[in-house]
């Protein structure tokens, strides 16, 4: 049994800019999230602190 998701929202990454589907475990917060991953969030915050 193959699940089709094509109604999810979708973002793109502020780091890598790539394009991410939502998923369960951003239900609650899927207006702040704004990474891909955990690795471009690292990546942001090293940005921050170079700036």
Same mark, same amino acid.
């Given at each position: 049994?193959?699940? *089709? ?5 979708? *973002? ?9 589907? %939502? @998923?369960? *475990? %951003?239900?609650?917060? %899927?207006?702040? &999230? =704004? ?5 471009? *969030? @690292?990546?942001?915050? =090293?940005?921050? &602190?170079?700036?």
């Amino acid at each position: 049994m193959t699940h *089709k998701k094509p109604h999810l929202p979708e *973002k793109t990454c502020l780091i890598c800019q790539r394009s991410f589907t %939502w @998923r369960k *475990k %951003w239900e609650r917060d %899927w207006q702040q &999230v =704004k990474y891909c991953s955990e690795r471009c *969030k @690292r990546q942001g915050k =090293k940005s921050l &602190v170079l700036a």
